[in-house]
């Protein structure tokens, strides 16, 4: 019979709820992590994307330095798990495409790029001949398109 109560019990397996896991454990605090079905929430849908400019919409000025300090933590952590695992953990830093199908997105998307860069985020309008050469999948009807770093 197993009488060990934890310090800490996480509830969920996915990229969040396993890295404040690992982080509460390098901390010297026993954890249990639940989840019925690992792999299959947030992660499964994001993989655990960080997107920290993409994602900063209007009126989230208290959520912009969370998202921002959460983005710039995270490749030392890849190098930590990398370095502990013994092998490549799939992550990749790469810029993100926001694409407006309809001239209604574009201008939606042209707006909030004025708020990420007044914020001092980096957001860049690009053709959509430049966007479909990234990214040679999108439709030749796309009306915008946007480079997020």
Partial sequence: MNTHTPDTIVVGAGVAGLTAAWNLHKAGQSVTVVDPTPGMGASRAAAGMI???SEVMYQHHTMRTLMTTSAARYPP?????????????GYRGSETLDIGAHPADRDWFANLAEVQRAAGMTVEQITTRQARKLEPALSPAISGAFLVA
Avoid: C, I, N, S
Wanted: proline share 0%.
């Fill in 51 to 53: 997107a920290a400019v």
């Fill in 77 to 89: 952590l890849v190098a930590e798990l990398t370095e502990l695992l013994g092998h490549d953990v």
